[in-house]
């Protein structure tokens, strides 16, 4: 299995009324699941019949909070940088 920390992490969120997520205000408190961040992930280590092993790092499941924003749209935009090798 890959290291999930490669394919979704450093994401911002943008909440608001515009279809365009540039145009929406950010969600405080990002970038969210930060590599560089130990608290945001655990190490796991599963054997489970079927599934294959795996031992390294998650991220945090379950995690809600409260940033008091209203918008009729919400975009998760994610820092592929560390994939493309370039700024993106």
Known sequence: MN???KFFQNYE?????????ADNPKVPGGP????????SYVNVSYNVPGVPSYNGPMWKFGNEV???MEGRYMAIVA???????QSY
């Open 3 to 5: 290291d999930p920390k």
């Open 13 to 21: 969120i943008y909440i608001g009324d515009s279809p365009n997520w």
């Open 32 to 39: 969210h699941m930060r590599t560089d961040d130990p608290n």
């Open 66 to 68: 409260w940033c008091n």
């Open 79 to 85: 820092d592929l940088t560390h994939l493309a090798g």
